[in-house]
């Protein structure tokens, strides 16, 4: 017998019950297939979804690392905009009042620029009837100075001890082969070349040749950076003692070369007139207690990095031009409801930005500014409770928020607080066109010396100071200058 007719004649045997049971059975199971078949087809579709979702992502890495590989400016774009903003001044209120060069303070040469006697045009007598003014400022054809100074040698009656005398103009002791010096201003205009204007020794060398006549070795003007950054390191001390004094600090750091390994430049902007840097191998909390003390207790603004949260006797302002940047990086990386998140942060962090504005603009008094904080800080409060979310880049986002919580509306309770630490980014942009143009320093002293040099030519800009002629001092002293130095604020 087939097993086909044994299967029937089962079936035949089978009562009308366990038929209908066995009935029951193929319907569940065809049912089953039916669910199984559509979650393949879902899945499938899923998959599909997903493999272009990678391919997009894996396109878009591959032209972020190309990009990076490239020495490009930092305004160029791979389509030009087809409708471009006009160039230049723009007009309206909110772009400033407009500017135009004084008129100086005295001439020193005055030039006739006379009419020609007949029209050249038609050749008709030409007669004057009236006469207009304009004033030039130009960079004379510089020469150097060269000084010879007779310096005084004697010997102590007493002790035997030889003295030689010293110049105010001098710039170094040293006699013999090396008497032939460089002036210190022409060496304090170097160190700006190269602190200030991110000119490697080389090029400050060249720019001193071509700008003035001075021609110097790079090695020369390395050594003098060297001397003149051991002479301003009162003055250096200092500054580091105003800015933890300081009553609002912007502080930023980013990556660094020593001797080809890795290290951090950090800086700090106390109230917007001192800035000091320093370069370490460490990015810890070290280095924050080391630029602003333990009991620091002004209000620091930084971005999220764990290390400052260290300061616990500030208050904090995080940067929220930080935290919109990495909702829109989440935003562009995610899909439906993965946007709900960094949806909802960005819209509290516009909100308190725009009511900022308000407030600046006398539209809102204190207590209505303090009403609207605290509906931002409650509605805060409820988007940092919602329970477990899926997406991990949302999950981190709230992870941090929650750290930062207290940190993001500080800017509201005290006004004249920058929401973002752009003042300490400013402050890295030299650094920053320095490490571009050689890498770092070769020398841990080097380093030392960047940053005094660095921290003295910040705060004479930020003081309206000249650099140049502060440098120019600390080569003319014969011992370190003391507290004397100390930059006057001229803002």
Same mark, same amino acid.
């Given at each position: 017998?087939?097993? #086909? ?15 209908? +049971? ?17 979650? !393949? ?27 990076? %590989? ?68 130009? !960079? ?17 009656? #007493? ?14 002791? +040293?006699?013999?082969?090396? &008497? ?16 200030? &204007?991110?000119?490697?020794?080389? #090029?400050?060398? $060249? ?5 003035? *006549?001075? %021609?110097? +070795? ?9 001397? @003149? ?6 003055? /250096? ?20 070369? !020593? ?26 909390? /070290? ?6 003390? #333990? ?19 500030? $208050? ?11 909702? *829109?990086?989440?935003? $562009? *990386? ?6 709900? @998140?960094?949806?909802? !942060? ?19 008094? +204190?207590?209505?500014? *303090? ?10 409060? %409820? ?72 921290? @003295? ?20 002293? @014969? ?13």
């Amino acid at each position: 017998m087939s097993p #086909k007719r044994g299967q029937l004649l089962h079936i035949s045997l089978m009562t009308d019950d366990e038929i209908a +049971a066995l009935l029951a059975g193929l319907e569940r199971a065809l049912r089953e297939n039916e669910g199984l078949r559509a979650e !393949v087809v879902g899945l499938r579709s899923e998959n599909e979804r997903l493999r272009r979702r990678v391919a997009d992502l894996e396109g878009r890495l591959e032209q972020a690392q190309r990009a990076g %590989k490239r020495q490009a400016a930092p305004f160029s774009r791979n389509q030009p905009a087809a409708d471009p903003r006009r160039p230049g001044r723009h007009p309206g209120p909110e772009y400033g009042v407009r500017h135009c060069r004084p008129v100086p303070g005295h001439v020193d040469e005055t030039l006739l620029a006379a009419l020609p006697q007949t029209c050249p045009e038609c050749g008709g007598e030409v007669k004057l009837t009236d006469t207009v003014e304009q004033f030039q400022e130009e !960079v004379p054809q510089v020469a150097p100075t060269v000084r010879r100074f007779v310096i005084e040698v004697g010997r102590c009656q #007493k002790c035997e001890r030889r003295l030689q005398a010293r110049h105010p103009q001098q710039s170094s002791d +040293a006699v013999g082969a090396a &008497g032939v010096q460089v002036g210190p201003r022409a060496l304090a205009l170097a160190s700006s070349f190269h602190y200030s &204007g991110g000119l490697s020794f080389g #090029k400050s060398a $060249e720019a001193l040749a071509q700008a003035a *006549g001075v %021609k110097v +070795a790079p090695s020369t003007l390395a050594r003098a950076a060297a001397r @003149v950054a051991r002479q301003c390191q009162e003055v /250096d001390a200092e500054l580091r003692e105003e800015v933890r004094q300081s009553q609002v600090a912007t502080a930023d750091e980013t990556g660094w070369r !020593v001797g080809g390994s890795g290290a951090w430049l950090w800086g700090v902007d106390a109230d917007n007139r001192t800035t000091v840097y320093t370069i370490s191998p460490s990015r810890g909390g /070290d280095v924050v207690e080391e630029l602003l003390g #333990k009991e620091y207790s002004g209000i620091l603004v930084r971005d999220g990095w764990a290390p400052y949260r260290q300061l616990q006797q500030a $208050e904090h302002q995080t940067c929220l031009a930080h935290l919109l940047r990495r909702c *829109g990086e989440l935003r $562009e *990386g995610s899909w439906g409801r993965g946007r709900e @998140v960094p949806n909802r !942060v960005a819209s509290l962090i516009h909100e308190a930005l725009a009511l900022r504005d308000c407030r600046d603009r006398g539209h809102l008094d +204190a207590r209505e500014v *303090g009403s609207e904080l605290t509906e931002l800080e409650e509605r805060l409060e %409820k988007l940092l409770s919602r329970p477990a979310i899926r997406h991990v880049g949302n999950r981190r986002l709230l992870k941090h928020l929650r750290k930062e919580q207290a940190a993001m509306f500080t800017f509201l309770r005290h006004p004249g607080v920058p929401a973002t630490n752009w003042r300490g980014e400013t402050a890295m942009r030299p650094a920053v066109v320095n490490r571009k143009t050689w890498g770092g320093n070769r020398t841990w002293p080097g380093a030392a010396t960047q940053q005094i040099l660095m921290t @003295v030519l910040r705060t004479c800009r930020q003081r309206h100071l000249d650099g140049v002629a502060v440098l120019t001092a600390p080569l003319q002293a @014969v011992s370190p200058p003391g507290a004397d130095l100390l930059l006057p604020d001229t803002s």
